[in-house]
């Protein structure tokens, strides 16, 4: 069977029989090609639950084959109910908004209705405390809003905004995963699965009566299936477990008979005044259907009195107006006037239905039934075409489930209903850094990880793919992305170098940074929970740090004396202090520095104004160098690097650590320096030599200043 040929074949599988329907639906009036019965050869079924899912089975295969002789082809699918034993049921609303007023079509209706059962799962499974696995198998529309307006159809009307209030019904996982296994046993696929009383309301109680406050009782064997309908909506579904196998096994223990023979008593009673039977004696007996309804009077009013509990239950501890009764259970004498009793209502107002309520459909069969018996049947086929809902069964990851299909399942869907971790599907930051920046917290977020590979069938697909039964999904879980990472560098707070003015220059000076009380660089990577302080100003120890002066030496700030812990600010001005420049340094080292020149003018000696080569004690030659430097000191002429004429200027330049005082000059350039160290280019001692000027390679006529830095050595 399937939809696009417009021929259902529906099974009500009851606790003691199994009836069978075939049929199509034509504009609004139903046809019944066949109708076939099989009763169960045991008591396989017991209140409405199945308990030897093979011999039921067995009992749908009967009833099928008799099906397909009749209309002669194969069957292939089925609709099926199943009975409310452990019946559930979830009220809730759904809205459903457009971006912008439009005109709402079908499809927007099966989507809310899509939603709402969603919905009502949702809130089913945040209340349910057990550790039985429900699935929806059913849903009614107690009400549609049209932009909060209470409407009866949504179709072809504007709406901003759509609404539903709906009742959703679940039953335990074992009720249905019986029906279905036992009809795949039977070599069926289930097409649509719903409720027995949303089957028989279907039929029993057309929509004209729907705005009535009526109670619909489908007594069958094992239970009594219970629906109100009120202001044109089916408004509560109930049950009890107790129906017509109950007034069969008092018959049985009173006329000492089996299980079958007792039924066949209860059905003749109703017909015969008087019935005949063997016990299991082998004695032949006799009763009447006086007696009969005596000893079945205790159980139907305990039966009745249970029922209409129940129906004043769910219709807000008040009586309906009317009760209409199908199924087999109901027919037995005195139960439809008990019950009218036991509501308070006229007995004209408890009525069994069946033929009254068929007048939409048409038997092709001679003879065909059209009683009680045969509105749940005939109900199970119309649902398939009112709601189409059933369950499907897919492969997740390699595990097979099952899944309420309503139409619109995804694998989005299937991953939730699989306990798949949502964060599976898309994909995750990295982890998050936590740190705080002259005490202002921030948090850095990691980088996006890599999605879900999803595949349906091997084939490519995303979390929005339709799925169908017997598909095979496998879900690679997306990856998280690289953990987040800040350099202070990367810090909008962090400033470049503090640029100052060191001896006339401007120089820049690395700006303190700290993590955590600790000196650390720019390109130093945030650890989580990092203190990080990015100072405004520098210390006269992070100059001479900066630019790699002896320790001892002693600087001023804006021409203040200074200590090493003096603040130096953007474009400060910071200089030698000259008072303590000489004794900035050791006397071992001066003296050390003296007489490495002192031996050096021994050894190589000294050229004089005349061109003639001196020499002399040391002694000597020291008088002699400091008469020269007193006449230049005198401020005579001298030659300047350009070759104009000037006058002396003392230059002091700090080179390699030591400070140096160029002389005889007004200008200097970086050759000139080699006259003032003790730097033997006669006698290489490396590959090459090495010269820096302020930490750059230097040009021998580069000019020289106050406070220059420069570095000379052998490159080994």
């Not at 009500?12 to 099989?38: E, H, K, P």
């Not at 045991?42 to 749908?60: N, P």
Request: glycine content about 8%.
């Amino acid at each position: 069977m399937a939809k696009n040929d417009n021929l259902v074949f529906g099974l009500d599988i009851g606790t003691r029989s199994i009836v069978g329907t075939v049929g199509y639906l034509n504009r609004d009036r139903f046809t019944v090609l066949c109708q076939r019965f099989a009763e169960h050869e045991t008591r396989a079924m017991l209140d409405g639950q199945i308990h030897d899912i093979g011999r039921v089975a067995e009992t749908i295969r009967k009833v099928k084959a008799q099906c397909e002789e009749a209309i002669g082809k194969p069957l292939k699918q089925v609709c099926i109910a199943a009975a409310g034993r452990v019946l559930r049921t979830v009220d809730t609303h759904v809205d459903m908004v457009y971006e912008e007023e439009r005109e709402t079509n079908e499809e927007d209706v099966s989507n809310l209705m899509s939603l709402g059962v969603e919905k009502a799962y949702r809130e089913f499974s945040q209340k349910d405390n057990s550790d039985v696995k429900f699935y929806c198998v059913g849903y009614s529309v107690v009400k549609y809003y049209l932009n909060s307006y209470a409407i009866s159809n949504l179709v072809g009307h504007k709406a901003r905004q759509i609404s539903a209030d709906i009742i959703a019904t679940f039953l335990p996982d074992d009720v249905v995963d019986g029906l279905y296994k036992a009809v795949e046993l039977a070599e069926l696929e289930v097409a649509n699965l719903t409720l027995e009383p949303i089957a028989a309301i279907s039929v029993a109680i057309p929509e004209k009566f729907r705005m009535l406050n009526i109670a619909l009782v489908d007594v069958g064997a094992g239970t009594s299936d219970i629906s109100i309908t009120k202001d044109g909506s089916i408004v509560a579904y109930g049950m009890i477990p107790m129906a017509g196998d109950a007034f069969t096994d008092v018959i049985a223990q009173h006329c000492l008979v089996d299980f079958d023979m007792a039924e066949k008593i209860k059905r003749e009673s109703g017909a015969l005044q008087e019935v005949e039977y063997t016990d299991i004696m082998g004695l032949p007996q006799k009763i009447s259907a006086a007696e009969v309804s005596e000893i079945l009077k205790p159980v139907i009013d305990e039966m009745t009195g249970k029922i209409s509990d129940e129906i004043k239950r769910l219709n807000g501890d008040k009586p309906v107006s009317a009760v209409f009764i199908v199924g087999g259970g109901g027919t037995v004498k005195e139960f439809a006037p008990a019950l009218s009793e036991k509501l308070g209502l006229l007995k004209e107002r408890v009525a069994i239905r069946g033929s009254e309520v068929m007048g939409k459909i048409d038997f092709t069969e001679p003879g065909a039934l059209k009683t009680s018996l045969m509105v749940t049947p005939i109900g199970i086929c119309l649902n398939y075409y009112e709601h189409s809902n059933n369950l499907i069964y897919v492969t997740f990851n390699g595990k097979r489930m099952k899944l309420y299909d309503n139409g619109h399942v995804t694998v989005s869907d299937v991953a939730l209903q699989a306990e798949f971790p949502n964060d599976g599907l898309f994909p995750k930051r990295g982890r998050a850094l936590t740190y705080s920046v002259n005490g202002k917290s921030k948090i850095a977020k990691g980088e996006i990880g890599e999605a879900a590979v999803i595949t349906v069938n091997g084939e490519s697909a995303d979390i929005g793919r339709l799925v169908e039964c017997n598909d095979k999904i496998v879900i690679k879980e997306s990856t998280a992305g690289v953990r987040a990472r800040v350099r202070v560098s990367s810090l909008p707070e962090y400033k470049k170098d503090i640029r100052i003015v060191f001896d006339g220059k401007k120089l820049n000076v690395l700006r303190p940074i700290y993590a955590n009380g600790k000196r650390v660089l720019p390109d130093y990577d945030i650890m989580d929970d990092d203190r990080i302080e990015i100072a405004e100003f520098c210390h006269v120890s992070d100059v001479i740090e900066s630019l790699d002066l002896d320790k001892n030496v002693r600087l001023t700030v804006n021409n203040a004396p200074a200590d090493e812990k003096t603040e130096i600010y953007e474009n400060f001005s910071v200089g030698f202090d000259n008072e303590t420049y000489e004794n900035a340094y050791s006397e071992e080292d001066t003296d050390s520095y003296e007489e490495t020149s002192t031996d050096e003018e021994q050894d190589n000696g000294s050229v004089d104004a005349g061109g003639e080569e001196t020499s002399g004690t040391e002694s000597d030659n020291a008088g002699a160098s400091d008469e020269k430097n007193s006449q230049k000191s005198d401020a005579d002429p001298v030659k300047t690097a350009s070759g104009k004429s000037g006058v002396s200027v003392p230059v002091t330049v700090v080179v390699n650590k030591k400070p140096v005082t160029l002389t005889g000059k007004s200008e200097y350039v970086f050759v000139d320096v080699f006259d003032f160290i003790d730097f033997d280019l006669s006698k290489p001692q490396g590959k090459g030599v090495v010269t820096l000027h302020n930490g750059k390679p230097a040009q021998y006529m580069d000019s020289v200043s106050n406070g220059d830095t420069m570095e000379i050595y052998w490159k080994d």
